[in-house]
């Protein structure tokens, strides 16, 4: 089973992914720090870690730089309300998988679906919204 | 470097006569280059796979999983140097020239140096 690791100061940060996700049997679980995270990302097999970009501890940029150090196979999005440019300038060379908007919507969640279906071959069955 | 497999992002058909491409992630082929007491004894044609949204890493698990021991880039971003370096691989830089065979000799003769994590593209740094 897939499993996903969502990171915010605040959960509602991400009302309604849970739920899509679940329904795709991926497993979800949430952390208030970066700190928890990138502890959780050592000591548990993690396959996509989703950030807020301002997490009470450390910038996102902060956060993927520590994490590709000491595991560089996970994947990751970023909500982020920067433009596509600025945040192409901010974390070019991440390997971001792509970059979801404060809140996003279910189409944006359907897209990373789709991303998730190439790399893991999840083979994932969802109707499209309508 | 005196034994091991060099991996080289090639255009086309690669070979020692080919040319680099620019973008590991992208290239047509990996030209791998096998050593033996620094001299070079097979060269052979590793296919890149698709280079899909977030696929960065796939070129890592295919030169892992051919016993790749040392890769030329000229320029490598941070998560993807991060995950050769964790699976052991050693990553070189040479940004000058195009032609495959002049740097794999200087590889095999020690005239590379790898790539630091200041050196990666956008990030921590320009290459």
């Given at each position: ?130 | ?86 699976v052991g691989i050693h990553v070189y830089h040479d940004d000058q020239r195009t032609e495959i065979g002049p740097v794999v000799a200087d590889l095999i003769a020690g005239n590379l140096t790898e790539i630091r994590n200041d050196q990666v593209c956008g990030g921590g740094g320009q290459v």
């Amino acid at each position: 089973m897939i499993s996903i690791s969502m990171v915010s100061r605040d959960k509602r940060f991400f009302d309604g992914i849970e739920g899509i996700l679940a329904e795709n049997q991926i497993k979800t679980d949430w952390c208030s720090t970066g700190e928890k995270a990138l502890s959780k990302a050592i000591a548990v097999p993690m396959d996509l870690i989703i950030i807020d970009e301002d997490l009470p501890d450390m910038t996102g940029r902060q956060f993927i730089e520590k994490l590709v150090m000491k595991n560089s196979m996970i994947h990751c999005v970023v909500a982020s309300p920067l433009t596509k440019k600025e945040f192409h300038g901010r974390y070019e060379g991440f390997g971001i998988l792509m970059q979801f908007h404060i809140f996003p919507d279910r189409s944006e969640i359907e897209t990373l679906l789709e991303h998730m279906n190439h790399i893991f071959n999840l083979h994932i069955k969802r109707e499209k919204s309508r | 470097m005196k034994d091991g497999r060099i991996a080289i992002p090639s255009n086309g058909q690669g070979g020692l006569d080919g040319t680099r491409s620019g973008h590991f992630g992208h290239c047509d082929v990996f030209t791998l280059v096998d050593v033996e007491n620094a001299q070079i004894k097979e060269i052979s044609i590793l296919h890149n796979q698709e280079h899909v949204q977030g696929g960065c890493m796939v070129p890592v698990s295919l030169l892992s999983e051919n016993r790749v021991n040392a890769l030329i880039v000229g320029g490598i971003g941070m998560r993807p140097l991060m995950g050769f370096k964790q699976v052991g691989i050693h990553v070189y830089h040479d940004d000058q020239r195009t032609e495959i065979g002049p740097v794999v000799a200087d590889l095999i003769a020690g005239n590379l140096t790898e790539i630091r994590n200041d050196q990666v593209c956008g990030g921590g740094g320009q290459v």
